[in-house]
C-alpha cells in the first residue's frame, strides 16, 4: 500500500477529525511501530506500519462491512434532518467516515442491513445484473391465493412494472407463533417497495417484512435489533456467493 500522511490515516478509520488527529499527534500521543511520532505530515504505510493511538492499536482496514439488525423506525440513511438512521446507530468504535447503507429497507422492514464505506462494493451487489439474492421473511394477514404465487414466480406485473421472478414459499414458521401466514421470498433485483407492491398486487395485506439474508450470508440471528457487527471476511464473500462462485 502507499504511504499516507498519520493524521489523514487515523482520520480515515475513526471520527476523529484530521485536526484532532494532527493535536493528537503533536501532543505525542501517537506511535509508529512504537516511536513516538510529533510530526503530522510523517508518512506510514498502515498495513506495514504499527500505529498507536492514545495506547490503542489502530486496526486499519481500507474499508468496513457491518451487519444491522434494523429496528422498524429507523430509516436506511447515512442521514437524516428529522429522522434516525442506521448509521446514527452504528456504535462509536465502529464509526467512521462514508458510512452508508448499501441498499435501503422500508424505515417499517426490519433485519439484515449492510452498512459499508465501500462504494464499489455496494455498487456491485445492488446491481441487478449481478443478481445479488435478497431473502425476505413476509407476514400476511391471508394466504396467498396460488394464483399470484404463479404470477410471483413467473414475473409479477403490478401496475406499468414487471418484477423478475421471485421465489416464494410458504414458511414453517416454528418459533415466531405471532403471525399465521408467513413467506419466505427470494428477489433478484430491488426495487422499489417491491414485496409491499408484490402482496398487495396479490390481494394480501402484508403485516411484517424482514430481510434475512442477503446472497448466501443470513442475519445473525444473535444480533438484538437495533445492533450490529463487523463481518468476517469469509462472511463477506457469502454475501456475493451464488452456487458457491463469487463476483
Ligand atoms: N420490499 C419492500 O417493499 N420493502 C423493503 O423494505 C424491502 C423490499
Not at 510529533?38 to 506510514?44: G, T
Not at 451487489?125 to 396467498?144: E, V
Request: hydrophobic share 35%.
Amino acid at each position: 500500500m502507499a504511504k499516507e500522511r498519520l493524521d489523514k490515516i487515523i482520520a480515515s478509520q475513526s471520527m476523529i477529525t484530521r485536526s484532532e488527529a494532527g493535536k493528537l499527534i503533536k501532543s505525542g500521543q501517537v506511535k509508529a511501530d512504537g516511536l513516538t511520532v510529533k510530526d503530522k505530515a510523517f508518512k506510514a504505510d498502515p498495513s506495514e506500519t504499527v500505529i498507536e493511538v492514545s495506547g490503542k492499536v489502530l486496526s486499519y482496514k481500507k474499508h468496513i462491512y457491518i451487519m444491522m439488525n434494523k429496528p422498524v423506525g429507523i430509516v436506511s440513511a447515512s442521514r437524516d434532518p428529522k429522522e434516525k438512521t442506521v448509521v446514527d446507530l452504528v456504535p462509536e468504535e465502529l464509526k467512521r467516515p462514508g458510512l452508508f447503507p448499501a441498499g435501503r429497507l422500508d424505515k417499517d422492514t426490519t433485519g439484515f442491513v449492510l452498512i459499508t464505506d465501500d462504494g464499489e462494493f455496494a455498487h456491485n451487489i445492488l446491481s441487478p445484473s449481478k443478481h445479488i439474492n435478497k431473502t425476505y421473511l413476509a407476514a400476511t394477514r391471508g394466504r396467498i391465493d396460488e394464483k399470484y404465487l404463479k404470477a410471483i414466480r413467473e414475473g409479477m406485473t403490478a401496475g406499468s412494472e414487471v418484477f423478475m421472478p421471485a421465489s416464494i414459499e410458504p414458511y414453517n414458521n416454528t418459533q415466531n407463533s405471532e403471525y399465521k401466514y408467513i413467506y419466505k421470498i427470494i428477489l433478484h433485483e430491488g426495487r422499489y417497495h417491491q414485496i409491499k407492491r408484490m402482496i398487495s398486487a396479490s390481494e394480501q395485506v402484508l403485516l411484517s417484512l424482514k430481510r434475512i439474508a442477503m446472497g448466501s450470508l443470513s442475519l445473525d440471528e444473535n444480533l438484538k435489533e437495533g445492533s450490529c457487527r463487523e463481518i468476517t471476511p469469509e462472511e463477506f464473500k457469502m454475501i456475493t456467493e451464488k452456487n458457491g462462485e463469487s463476483f
